[in-house]
């Protein structure tokens, strides 16, 4: 037994259009989704204590082992499979009703399902038609198969009718098209594993060039099986006298050898998984011998040649493996799938939660991305994969702090869409007040001024509601990057304003009836202490308002009054608890007006000079 070779201790399984590897610590499942991305979904493996020590005692730990595969397994297929999810016009009455009336997909009903009848196939297909035909075929009609030898023909002919239905049912499944690129990704599978055992580069060239036979197969695995069944429970049935003399009755003989078969197959799992295990350790001619029969119906069935696509799911899923193996703290990712509308949701609201990010984030991005109200979130639906796709897509670029409204592009104020991005501050809903204390104080033919205007939003809500009145909206900013956002907002919403560069009313020239504004007033020392969303992706320039937050309130102090036409207004947004110190400002006036914002805290000042 010379010529012991390297092994991985990474195994693999071919899914629906990808590949899922399991290591140590984790598994990993490559699917390459519809629109042609390389989805993963990665997990820990937190076997129990129980599972982790049975998964070390010899020939106990092939039966832990195989019980887990088909377990995980089926899961894993079943989740490859929800990536594309369901055909809405075909399955989508039978979807909104599992939605609405259990919260359940298409997709949970099919994966319990096929579990169910995967283990009944497979009892029926290798233990119950080998012995019907056997039994109830061929004994009959050859009587003399179960005393010749002491009836040792009857079992040698009752493995070969399984090999032959084992086979038979490798060949025949080979006509599905799906099971054909099935086996395709098995091959990728092999070649990824064994290229990392010659320690070639993972790289699609280079991995095509490595072979689609592996040793540690899982079809070997069942060859195995198959062979130790049929010698074991020949052995066994023979020994415990399991015949015609002993049970005349046919069908209580056939029941009994049944049973013990059922019974005895984790003995026969243990057996086969330690047997696997050694003849994989090494590379000579004795253990080919073993090897042979299992290679052989890889080559011939259960591989198929993969194209470099395939194998790039494949790699993609074995250096996930590798590097969640490795560093303990990579985080697990999951697939973009479809599903139920409340069950999505709240995941993603928990998602936020933990993060420290509002959750009614998660009901705008629902909201937004499937086109209904948010009062209508509550109204179970199921969400196609490729909703679910561009939902997620927002999700993680919001994970990362970037404000919502930047990612959408534009947000509504005053009922008109508006443009926003990092030039600008994001119009806050307090705002849209302000906005309307100036649109209910406009006369015909005035003149409004809207200083630091950021995105426009104030002025272009005063410049479309008050058109009827002849009004003459100027809005100036510090910022180019600003007024050029600015501009293409009124653009959009095919309004004319004059647009000024400025700092504060530098080249502004003129009187006005009304000027408006929504000036910095954050305190220098607390914005390294606001929501990161706004800290690291809104502008400074348009959140610091100096040490004590009043920097811009001393200028409209000292330069607002000559710019304002007798008995013209002053109106102003201010921070919580700033309202006095404002006012102590402003030492010459007719009259001011503190109105409140709709958490009842004074948020705008009138002033009337």
């Known amino acids: 037994m010379k010529n012991k070779k390297k092994c991985t201790y990474i195994g693999g399984q071919a899914v629906m259009e990808g590949v899922m590897m399991q290591g140590k610590t984790c598994m990993a499942c490559a699917v390459r989704d519809p629109d042609g991305n390389i989805q993963i979904e990665a997990k820990r493996l937190n076997p129990s204590p129980a599972v982790k020590k049975a998964g070390k005692i010899p020939f106990v730990r092939g039966t832990v082992n195989l019980v887990n595969s088909l377990v995980r397994g089926s899961k894993v297929l079943m989740r490859s499979a929800a990536v594309y999810g369901e055909d809405e016009e075909e399955g989508g009455r039978v979807s909104g009703w599992l939605a609405e009336k259990f919260k359940l997909s298409v997709m949970d009903v099919i994966t319990v399902v096929s579990l169910f009848l995967g283990v009944v196939l497979a009892v029926a297909l290798f233990m119950v038609l080998p012995r019907v035909i056997t039994d109830f075929w061929l004994i009959p009609a050859f009587p003399a198969l179960e005393t010749v030898h002491g009836g040792v023909w009857k079992y040698v002919i009752w493995g070969g009718v399984k090999f032959l239905i084992f086979i ?305 909206v100027t809005a100036s900013d510090v910022s180019d990057a600003a007024i050029m956002l600015a501009r293409e907002n009124a653009a959009a919403n095919k309004v004319k304003i004059n647009f000024i560069v400025g700092d504060m009313f530098r080249n502004v020239h003129g009187k006005f009836n009304i000027i408006v504004c929504n000036p910095p007033y954050i305190k220098s020392g607390e914005i390294p202490h606001i929501q990161r969303e706004v800290r690291e992706f809104e502008p400074r320039v348009a959140l610091d308002g100096g040490e004590d937050g009043l920097d811009f309130y001393r200028r409209l102090a000292d330069d607002a009054k000559p710019h304002l036409v007798k008995g013209g207004m002053l109106i102003m947004e201010c921070g919580e608890g700033q309202t006095e110190a404002i006012l102590s400002l402003f030492k010459k006036r007719d009259y001011v007006i503190v109105l409140k914002d709709l958490a009842g805290v004074d948020r705008f000042i009138k002033i009337v000079f």
């Open 168 to 472: 038979l049912y490798l060949s025949l499944i080979l006509f599905l098209k799906d099971i054909r690129r099935l086996y395709q990704y098995h091959g990728a599978e092999h070649k990824t594993i064994n290229a990392y055992e010659h320690g070639m580069e993972l790289t699609p060239e280079s991995v095509k060039k490595a072979s689609r036979i592996h040793d540690r197969c899982g079809t070997s695995f069942l060859f195995i099986v198959v062979l130790i069944n049929v010698l074991i429970m020949s052995v066994v049935l023979w020994a415990i006298g399991i015949n015609s003399a002993t049970i005349p009755n046919g069908a209580l003989r056939f029941l009994a050898q049944l049973g013990v078969e059922i019974v005895l197959l984790p003995v026969l799992a243990g057996i086969s998984y330690e047997i696997l295990k050694f003849l994989a350790r090494f590379d000579n001619w004795f253990v080919t011998i073993f090897k042979a029969p299992g290679m052989l119906l890889q080559k011939t069935l259960t591989t198929r040649e993969p194209d470099e696509e395939m194998i790039e799911v494949a790699i993609a899923a074995f250096k996930k493996v590798l590097e969640m193996d490795a560093d303990p703290t990579v985080p697990e990712t999951s697939f973009t799938t479809g599903g139920v509308l409340s069950k999505l949701l709240k995941d993603t609201k928990a998602r936020f939660k933990k993060e420290g990010i509002d959750e009614s984030d998660a009901e705008w991005i629902y909201s937004i991305t499937l086109g209904i109200k948010r009062s209508e979130l509550s109204k179970d639906r199921i969400v196609k994969p490729s909703e679910s796709k561009k939902i997620q897509d927002i999700v993680q670029k919001r994970l990362t702090g970037r404000p919502l409204w930047y990612i959408f592009g534009d947000t509504e104020f005053y009922g008109f869409k508006i443009k926003v991005d990092e030039r600008a501050l994001i119009p806050r809903p307090e705002t849209e007040l302000l906005a309307d204390a100036v649109i209910k104080s406009v006369e015909k033919g005035d003149k409004v001024l809207d200083m630091c205007t950021g995105t426009g939003c104030i002025a272009i809500a005063v410049a479309k509601t008050c058109a009827d009145k002849e009004v003459t």
